[in-house]
């Protein structure tokens, strides 16, 4: 279950604000997050992950109260609890794609990287259709390719929540369906949640529930599944 | 922290023309100053090892370096030679021994010294192949030298004439080679050594023709009376000298005043040192040196302007770290989403910090080493090329 209770954040005096009296998402649904450029969605997510601090209020993330953690834990927390996917990709270049998808296990010594870390790697890199190009460096990828890495990296964890920020933006319907295929059968075999900030109407009817960021601009709303 | 440099070496990898040019840069930015340091350092070093075995030098007063660096190094003297008389009245002194040095003479690039068999042992030449010269006419050669003239015991070189066109000046002698030395990376190894008798039968002031007695023809004389003969220009001189024709050499004038270059002086003890130099200072036509205190002063200035050098290249090196610490913050400007994206996956703290600090020292420790090759390849060639310079 991810809670997050009377949540008040803002850019600076003036800036844009968000409150969120109440939000909870159960443990293995889907939610897509809906809402203009602008109006928050990314915010939600990083407060969610804990990237960004709110003013006032609490996020949960199952037992763990992410304000009651220090810099570190919350750092050590992240990584090995969620998988975070951005939109434009974010792979680091010099790195080939088996090494990207081991990233995390190379910043943070939390994460152990063993033979059977880097096996599950490659097994997770075949079951995306890139077996066979995990020596290649992001340069010589497709963009949907690109994306692909980039889910493996998330998955490699097995967390038990996955942030993804408009990771189908940039890609082709084909690409988009196969990025969303995988997520959502790893989402159902590992009981994780998903939480994906989208604005392809295409894919909304996926997901279980969809939150739109407007209605914590405007007025107070509760909603559980 | 494996991770940190992995993941540092994976960047500079890949970033491959960057990385070999910062590490051209730094490399040269260490190496210049250690080279300079380093050059210097053995270069005196070697002048100061030669100058402090031999404790004093007699000569021609005048440049008291150049009389050293002629008689330390062979460099072509620019002093006037002192009569052979110097050498006899130090010696009847009783006060140090003395070994002549006549150095006026070349087989082609390579210096002849006239000097007697007192040397090898002084300098504690050994033989590799032969004998030190025992009569006129015989050399020894250094290795370098043996090498360079391409002679070998038994075989022959010819001493160099000064100039063409200089019909009365010096003889062009065919000396045989009697020993050749075991090099010992000092001036000696490309010296020619003769006895300095020879040398003077190089200059002309000695030398052997066929006989012009009783019954030679009137064409080979220009006059003849009681007391002597006068031999004309048709009278053949021997270019070589050997067991046929040595009689026949002799010396003209008074050998006492024969030219040599300098001579070595080896004091029994410190007073006799003392005293000898205390009575040479008051000479007008000879002086008396301490080639250690030459040398010294030669090596400071030596040292003085390395010590501007130095200063130059360190201020020249601090402006290429600076121009390196540039790209090196320009090229974290351009890596922050990189580095945002490390954070947000959740890297620990520091290892971003880590990862970017490896990559620094990876470039300065690689290049530091390969500067500290590049001093070794330059100790091990430019050394023995300083030595053939000097």
Known sequence: MIRLQDLSFSYGEAGFSLEIP???IRRGSSVAVVGPSGSGKTTLVHLIAGILKPRAGSVQVGEVILGQYSERDLLDYRIASMGLIFQ??????YLNVLENILLPYRLNPILELTGETRSGAMDLADKVGLGDKINRHPKNLSQGERQRVALCRALVTSPALLLCDEPTANLDPANRDRILDLLFQYGQEKQASLVMVTHDPEVLGRFDRQVDIRDYLSELKTTAL | MKHVLFLAWQYLKYHRVKTVFLLFAISLTFFIPMALNQLSQKGSEKLRARAVSTPLLLGNKGSATELCLGSLYFREPNIEPIPYSSLEDLRQQGLARAIPLQLEYRVKQQPIVGTTQDYFSFRKLSF????????LGECVLGAKAAQALNAEVGSSVISTPAGAFD???SFPLKMKVVGILNPNQTPDDTAVFTDVKTTWVISGKAHGHQDIGVGTADSLLLS????GVVASPAVLSYTEITPENIGSFHFHGNPENYPITSVIVLPGDKKSELMLRGRYQQDQGLQM???EAIVDELVDTVVSVRDLLLLAAISIGLATLLITAMVFLLSIQLRKAEIATMKQIGAAPG????????EILLVIGIGFLLALMLVWTIDRLGIPLLENYL
Do not use: C, D
């Open chain 1, 22 to 24: 109440l939000l909870e």
């Open chain 1, 88 to 93: 434009e990709f974010k792979l680091l270049n």
């Open chain 2, 128 to 135: 590799e192949q032969g004998r030190p010269m025992a009569i």
């Open chain 2, 167 to 169: 019909v009365a000046g």
């Open chain 2, 224 to 227: 003849k009376s009681e007391s």
């Open chain 2, 289 to 291: 040196v301490v080639p």
């Open chain 2, 351 to 358: 290892a971003v910090r880590g990862i970017l600090i490896t």
